[in-house]
């Protein structure tokens, strides 16, 4: 495997170059909002299994993304993002067949949920080998100070791949079944780790520090990590139950909403990209966190569904800045040796987030009604937004 141990030189054109790797990040969202909003009602309709099952089998991706992101952020820091890249779009790859035996063995829901859970923890790590390495990549590569520009467009990749994958997933089965959702999950898989494996792997300039252990990193970076983790709630609540929420209303195109929410995320990243630098990742964090909880206050008072549609983009809008705004934040904390560490410890918090969600929420919905499950989302961001407040204040005092 080549390796460039070397500091980041600029190449010529910076946006082609970044694109290169985050396309990484767009293979693997999109292959994980393929099943999304398709797996909930299969889960609850066809196999007849609860609300709070299906959000719990949702969420299992996040229990072994959270335990993969030590693991990936060490390789990172040690063997360079290559190596985690490609495990990751090899793991992809097996999601695809698995899935397809879930649904041969859906007159057996017992059999079905099985290998659906085996999908779900074997699609978290991919998640937790792809989710931070193709950041880590480009700020090798493009430099430190493109940080800010890279974590934004990675966001755009991710969520944007989320939107279109999940509405590519509700067509793909309902003209080719989940046959076809697999087929195209192992050729989307297999296309990344071609792609990875073409590339020059890169590791960071080691400092003369010594390396951190992962959790002291994790310390560092957690009151940053937990405000993310509140934000991304509302998010994860849409993602999980949007479509389970319009079929309870007897509302059409469920999947629409995810794609609203993925368009106007993508245009917030564009339009206020530099934002962060203007204006400071905290005051930014502190302002998404606000817009966010409007928008699933919308979607909480919604009597027909293009209010929901309304609220779910600006939902979007709104959490569209949280990441990286916190992110950049929370990287300065640490010496560039663990940088790798700090990026993954700190997207373990909204893997956190992600997965309680499925069972939190899927509970309230069993124990109160759909009904309730946006209401309580805002009441979560809320307590996000109240520390972003916090560290705005105990930010001001360091500085003083």
Sequence with gaps: MDVMNVKSEQPKNLFLSLI?????????????????????????????????????VISLQYLTTFLMRAYSGKIVDQKGPKPAVIGSMLSFTLTGVILMAAYYFRFSPAVSLVFLII????????????????????????GEQNTAKIISYNGVASYGALALGAFSGVIMVQDLTF????????????????????????IGVQSAEKQRSFWSVLAEVAPFGFCLAFGGLGFATISTFI??????????????????????????RIVFSNAINTFGGIKVAIASLAVETVGLTIISLSHQSFMALIGAGITGLGFSLIFPALGVMAIKTVPPSNQGSALAGYGLFIDISLGITGPLIGSVADNFGLPYIFPFSVGIVLIGLALAYYLKIKDSAVQL
């Design 119 to 142: 999908t779900r923890l074997l699609t978290g790590c991919a998640e937790g080998m792809v989710g931070a390495s193709p950041i880590n990549w480009a700020i090798l590569v493009l």
């Design 20 to 56: 290169s790797y985050i396309s990484f990040t767009f293979i693997g969202y999109f292959i994980i909002g393929l099943s999304l909003s398709v797996l909930p009602i299969f889960i609850s309709k066809t196999l007849g299994f609860s609300m709070l099952v299906a959000g719990i």
């Design 179 to 202: 046959y076809g959702l697999g087929i195209l999950i192992i050729c989307a898989g297999l296309a990344g780790y071609l792609m990875a494996r073409n590339k020059q792997n890169k």
């Design 243 to 268: 479509t389970l929420y319009y079929d309870y209303y007897h509302w059409k195109d469920g999947a629409l909403c995810l794609s609203v929410f993925g368009i106007l995320f993508v245009f917030s």
